[in-house]
């Protein structure tokens, strides 16, 4: 497989994950842009990986994680205007606080546990290439996706 083949067919999903890890379009696709970039750089260390699709997927991962923004990057998170409203039987302004409100509780995780949260519950990856991806030990999985979850219960109680 190329470099053109990969990046044609793993694209989108890569700019889902990293939509899921950031909760922002144009940070994701900055994202995917520079881990696209270092890709091509080490493509032939891509290939040589028993799988090219987890391999990027942790450059991602060690990409968002690693990432340290400036100061008002974690005072202000700008968000594009929202999708066009598409008429839908259910209440559809429901839906949306309650999308919002989730993008704020995944917001204020460490970006390791976020990471794992995403990796498990949007991903639907086992422990194992979680831990792989993030360069950690099963347990350090397990326990950053119970303390995550945690932090949103109560994050949760406190909002109710």
């Known amino acids: 497989m190329t470099y053109e083949e990969f990046a044609d067919s793993r694209l989108n999903a890569l700019l889902r994950y ?21 890709v091509q750089l080490h493509w032939r260390r891509v290939t040589h990986s028993d799988s090219p699709d987890g ?18 990057w974690r005072r202000v998170l700008l968000r594009p205007d929202p999708d066009p409203v598409v008429a839908a039987p ?4 429901a839906e949306s606080a ?29 422990d194992q290439e979680i831990a792989d991806i993030l360069g950690c030990a099963v347990g350090t999985v397990r326990s950053s996706i119970s303390r995550g979850l945690d932090a949103l219960r109560a994050e949760l109680a406190e909002v109710r």
């Open 18 to 38: 990293a939509v899921m890890l950031t909760g922002d379009t144009d940070t994701a696709q900055d994202l995917v842009q520079e881990t696209m970039l270092r």
């Open 55 to 72: 391999y990027v997927r942790k450059i991602l991962t060690n990409q968002f994680i690693e990432s340290r923004r400036t100061s008002w």
């Open 90 to 93: 259910a209440d559809h302004a």
């Open 98 to 126: 309650e999308r919002d409100r989730v993008w704020s509780l995944l917001a204020i995780l460490p970006r390791r546990q976020r990471a794992a949260l995403v990796l498990r519950f949007y991903e639907d990856l086992p």
